[in-house]
């Protein structure tokens, strides 16, 4: 008797037991929701960086007067330069889902230059130097992954030339420094390797024309001739950036 009293006992409690973890299971839901992925790589912000390249340059000039205005227009003729650039830039980003916005500038310096004869007085030579360029620019890019940027840029570009036309034999006859405004479009690509760290390459293309031209000046101060040009420059460039995030990891949506 006591062992068939036992046993009923014991057996109501697990009956007990397993009714309350059922009901408890039913309250429970049938899949948990899934944390959602967040990405170590955030565009928003902004950045700091240096770069290094090369640069080319196409330049046409045309005499549009002497100092007293007698002399005639004449062709100067085409120059086409290369040489290495380097400098750096800053900006900041603004990432939406797959789009990344932003602006920025950039500035660099180096020795572009050559030396042609004159088209329409060639006992005359004429030698150009750029060297400076600096560019105000936007940027619309599309993220191909979390760290990898494609991109579109343009905006204004400035650039600084200097330029001499050297009589016969190679002396100096006249010279001038000077700056000139500009637009520039490019495309580029950057890889954000670490959440601080990218790498980029980029190509530009920029169009100047000097509508005003430029008064140039004789080696004992006197007043020379007055002359126009018409310039493109072209640049690849590669660089590194740090980038000084706003907010935190974003949530990925690739």
């Known amino acids: 008797m006591y062992a068939r009293l036992k ?24 899949k948990a929701r899934p944390m959602p992925a967040v990405s170590l790589y955030n565009w ?19 005499r549009i007067s002497d100092a007293t205005g007698a002399a005639a227009p004449a062709n100067y003729g085409r120059e086409n330069d290369s040489g290495f ?16 916005f932003g602006f920025g500038g950039s500035f660099d310096f180096g020795n572009i230059k050559g030396r042609h004869a004159l ?7 004429e030698a ?26 343009g905006g204004a570009a400035y650039i600084k030339n200097r330029n001499q036309v050297f009589a016969p034999g190679g002396g100096l006859f006249e010279s ?51 002359i126009g040009s018409q310039q493109r420059v072209q640049t690849v460039l590669v660089g590194v950036n740090y980038k000084l995030h706003w907010d935190g990891p974003v949530v990925a949506k690739y």
Request: with cysteine.
């Open 7 to 30: 046993s009923a006992l014991v057996a109501g409690m697990l009956l007990g037991l397993g009714t309350t973890v059922t009901a408890n299971a039913a309250d429970l839901p049938l």
């Open 44 to 62: 928003t912000g902004c950045y700091l960086g240096a770069n290094v390249g090369g640069g080319w340059t196409r330049l046409d000039t045309q």
């Open 85 to 100: 650039i380097g400098g750096g830039q800053v900006g900041c980003d603004f990432q939406t889902g797959n789009l990344v």
């Open 119 to 125: 088209t329409d007085f060639p006992t005359f030579s």
């Open 128 to 153: 150009n130097n750029l060297k400076e360029i600096y560019t105000a620019t936007g940027r619309i890019g599309y993220l191909w992954a979390p760290q990898f940027l494609g991109y579109l840029k």
């Open 176 to 226: 001038a420094s000077f700056y000139q405004p500009g637009i520039t479009a490019g495309i580029g690509a950057e890889w954000m390797f670490a959440p601080n760290w990218s790498v980029f390459a980029e190509y530009d293309y920029m169009w100047f024309h000097d509508d005003n031209a430029q008064s140039f000046t004789l080696p004992d101060g006197g007043a020379g001739e007055v």
